[in-house]
């Protein structure tokens, strides 16, 4: 008879010894699976653009107001309103339009073209473009 509770003490334990071991090997799966969706999208955007340009946008110019680059290429533009009222950076014939860049504040914006020319960029804030805000958008091949 006494053999028999010891037998039910020993099941009983490997019930809670196999509970014990899921719940451990559940925890490190959920840790392990965190980190790896925002490394692979990082290194996805960094490898998108193949050239970098850098425009001022103040109050009411381009720095520089001529921009130079590769037909087909991906470029980003990154921003940089020093001024002291929104700005943006427009190209209309090629249907280009920069986010809104709030004063202080610096927006990418990337693009690609695929037509060769010499194309007016503007900032499309009212008034903006009548007060000289307006540059070249040069596309070579
Ligand atoms: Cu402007």
């Given at each position: 008879m006494p053999k028999r509770r010891i037998w039910t003490a020993l099941a009983a334990l490997l019930v809670l010894a196999v509970l014990l071991a899921g719940c451990g090997g559940g925890g490190s799966r959920q840790q392990s699976s965190a980190p790896s969706p925002s490394s692979s999208s990082s290194t996805s955007s960094s490898q998108a653009a193949t050239r970098e340009i850098t425009v001022v946008l103040s109050d009411f110019k381009f720095e520089p107001a001529e921009i130079t680059v590769k037909r087909g290429e991906r470029v980003r533009l990154t921003l940089q309103n020093t001024g002291t009222v929104a700005h943006d950076w427009t190209v209309r014939d090629l249907n280009l339009a920069s986010p809104r860049v709030q004063p202080g504040q610096t927006a990418t914006y990337e693009f690609t073209v695929d037509r060769v020319g010499t194309f007016t960029s503007v900032?499309?804030?009212?008034?903006h473009e009548a007060l000289g805000m307006t540059g070249r958008l040069i596309v070579e091949n």
């Open positions: 900032c499309v804030e009212a008034g």
